[in-house]
């Protein structure tokens, strides 16, 4: 019953990121839910009793998202971010209005 459970989990899991990958277009969040939901069925596959396999899929699966969390906590420079920093090391700002360049 509970193994049934958990692969009934990680195919919900596959849809969920699926449907949230179309709907919200936010590759980050669905990756996010596919892997929490992972971690959901792994952990219901340990209470199933199967052993040292099941115990290392679960932790290959949180291993996985511990990584990817720290990947994506990462902000990725942006082409605003590096024109503020230009602007501020040169000393100059651009007015936003008159396209002019002021000190």
Not at 74 to 80: H, K, L, S
Request: charged share 15%.
């Amino acid at each position: 019953m509970r193994q049934q459970l958990a692969d009934t989990v990680t195919a919900l899991a596959l849809c969920c990121g699926a449907l949230l990958l179309v709907t919200a277009r936010s590759w980050r969040t669905a990756l996010r839910v596919l892997l929490d939901l992972l971690v959901a069925a792994g952990l219901l596959r340990l209470t199933a009793g199967q052993g040292w396999s099941a115990l290392a899929a679960a932790a290959a699966v949180i291993l996985l998202r511990q990584l990817l969390w720290a990947g994506l906590a990462r902000p990725a420079p942006t082409t605003g971010t590096v024109a503020r920093v230009r602007r501020s090391v040169s000393g100059r700002s651009e007015s936003d209005h008159s396209g002019r360049m002021t000190p």
